[in-house]
């Protein structure tokens, strides 16, 4: 990856390994950027420089900079913390309905390869709300630029057909948040597979925590990730989901008055269950499948 930059320690054949790429990251600035009006919560600070000092203590190189809810299409913080990064980062934004071609030319050349659609903020799960907004930032964006879905396994069972008929790449986030209560035969599961088998799909390993009722080591979650890993491991990405907001653990009735405290996630754990289950091996590919995704363009 020519952004990654290169780290770790030398091997005995002088090789060097790869930094680690967190494809799903989100700053939070309100004192430079305040929040939009209305939203579902009120999250604390995580500024860009934040996450600098926090990818030189974990061994990451470079990360993917999602624009969260609370900005809603204002993607300003977004744009400056591609910039404080400078070229170690890529961003996911959001676009209002019929966003200008000059900024969307804006945001592609600050580093913007995505625009993500967010329907579990809202707890929405109608696939043709779904497919609306899709059609919508489909009519807008460029063709190296992909879609984000933030969707239950539900409403990504209703979005199949038209997913597959697409020439766009598309990137799920947090595993699909799966129902651990099922198992992989489900019927929304064996979608989620026929989606990622199609091609137009990837699919990150993101915030466990979202649905894992086991903790860390999320074993609950070991059979999920591996038949996604059988399926196509190099449509997989890893990601964290820092700051970590309480995301689905939130109440429906959040003050926005009261700042909302961040979760305590050591993503080491999960950096280290991930190489568990794919292996050194495969849990390295992972680096080169966000490189495509996102650097290759």
Not at 70 to 76: E, I, L, P, S
Not at 102 to 116: H, K, M, N, Q
Not at 171 to 188: K, R, Y
Not at 201 to 224: H, N, Q, R, T
Request: with cysteine; charged share 20%.
């Amino acid at each position: 990856m020519a952004a990654n930059g290169q780290g770790g320690e030398y091997s005995d054949a002088m090789t060097i390994e790869p930094l680690l790429c967190d494809t799903h990251v989100h700053v939070f600035d309100p004192r430079r950027f305040p929040y939009v009006t209305p939203r579902r919560f009120t999250p604390g600070e995580a500024t860009a420089a934040q996450l600098a000092a926090r990818m030189g203590d974990l061994g990451i190189g470079t990360a993917v900079i999602i624009q969260p809810s609370v900005y809603g299409a204002n993607n300003a913080c977004l744009e400056e913390a591609l910039k404080t990064l400078q070229g170690r980062a890529r961003g996911v934004a959001v676009l209002s309905e019929g966003a200008p071609l000059s900024e969307i030319r804006r945001l592609d050349a600050a580093g913007v390869r995505g625009a993500r659609v967010n329907l579990v903020v809202d707890r929405v799960e109608d696939p043709a709300v779904a497919i609306a907004k899709l059609a919508g930032a489909t009519s807008l964006l460029p063709w190296h630029w992909h879609l984000q879905l933030h969707v239950s396994t539900l409403t990504l069972s209703g979005l199949a057909d038209y997913i597959v008929s697409s020439k766009r790449n598309y990137v799920l986030d947090h595993i699909g948040l799966p129902v651990v209560g099922e198992t992989v035969t489900s019927a929304s599961w064996k979608n989620l597979l026929e989606l990622l088998r199609s091609g137009n799909l990837y699919v990150k390993l993101s915030a466990p925590y979202l649905s894992s009722l086991a903790g860390p080591p999320y074993e609950d979650l070991v059979p999920f990730i591996r038949s996604l890993m059988i399926e196509r491991p190099d449509r997989l990405l890893w990601g964290s989901n820092w700051p970590h907001t309480l995301g689905t653990a939130r109440s429906s009735q959040a003050a926005l008055d009261v700042v909302e405290d961040f979760r305590q996630v050591d993503d080491r754990l999960w950096m280290g269950a991930c190489r568990a289950i794919a292996g050194a091996t495969g849990f390295d590919a992972l680096n080169r499948n966000a490189e495509a995704l996102y650097w290759s363009c």
